[in-house]
């Protein structure tokens, strides 16, 4: 509880103090109206864990297992499914169009599809150990998740899949793979064995890599070492701990094309 949260220009934060201001507010929702500058805040009661194309955000309540569809324009919030024994399945993914979810039970063998408005339900595929997340195509027609040591890539609208199509080994601690995927990306996996700085640049620079996730211990020791190995990066995401003010600001002032997420 004493350990500092984030510290900045010599003010620190305890994490005894930050924990219950943040996590109410973490149940919040601030919709941003772009056109006008306009910021509507509405409380969730819960946590967000999808977006769709078609402005809703798919909200779950841990506590009941209740998951709900919120529009963000006119502001209704609706329950569209609650998970109950015995399967107790979970929300894992929801089509671009706001129609349809994708369940998986707790014996993690299965993903299930269902229809919001029917609550119809079938089969999507078998398979041993389906990790999180689970991520659809941006078209909405294609499924990635990883199960097991694998990353795999499935048709949703097709018969049940018995052998999905295997796109690469990669770790479960990697699972996050399945956004950029989704987005029309392409994954690097870096070779196994630990990468010099200047090994990490040149791999940056050989794949004209374009978004980066640091840990915050890689994050100083690129700054330090090769920041200029990071000038091809857009999107450089770093956390896990504390990030250095100093190397932040060098980030901020030498590489203006990098926008830095922590």
């Known amino acids: 509880p004493t350990a500092v949260a984030w510290s900045l220009d010599g003010l620190s934060l305890a994490f005894s103090t930050w924990n219950p201001t943040a996590t109410p507010a973490a149940e919040d929702l601030h919709v941003v109206t772009v056109a006008t500058g306009a910021i509507t805040t509405r409380s969730l009661g819960g946590h967000v864990i999808a977006w769709t194309g078609a402005g809703q955000v798919l909200v779950v309540q841990n506590r009941t297992r209740t998951f709900s569809l919120l529009d963000s324009a006119k502001g209704e919030l609706r329950t569209i499914y609650t998970a109950s024994q015995p399967d107790n ?20 063998h299965r993903l299930v599809i269902r229809d919001i408005d029917t609550g119809f339900e079938r089969e999507l595929l078998r398979l041993r150990d389906i990790g999180s997340p689970v991520a659809l195509s941006t078209d909405g027609k294609a499924i990635a998740f990883v199960a097991g040591d694998g990353l795999y890539v499935a048709p949703i609208d097709a018969p049940p899949v018995r052998q999905p199509l295997p796109i690469g080994d990669i770790d479960q601690s990697l699972g996050g793979a399945t956004m950029w995927w989704t987005a029309g990306g392409r ?19 050989d794949h004209g890599l374009t978004t980066l996730w640091l840990t915050a211990g890689l994050f100083h020791q690129m700054v330090e070492a090769n920041l200029a190995g ?7 995401l770093a956390g896990g701990d ?21």
């Open 89 to 108: 399945f979970g929300v894992v993914a929801i089509t671009p169009d706001g129609t349809r979810l994708i369940l998986r039970p707790a014996q993690r």
């Open 187 to 205: 994954l690097v996996v870096p070779p196994p064995g630990v990468l010099a700085p200047a090994e990490l640049g040149a791999l940056l620079a």
């Open 242 to 262: 504390v990030l250095a003010p100093a190397h932040v600001r060098r980030v901020v002032e030498e590489l203006p094309g990098t926008r830095l997420i922590n």
């Open 230 to 236: 990071l000038a091809g990066v857009r999107q450089l």
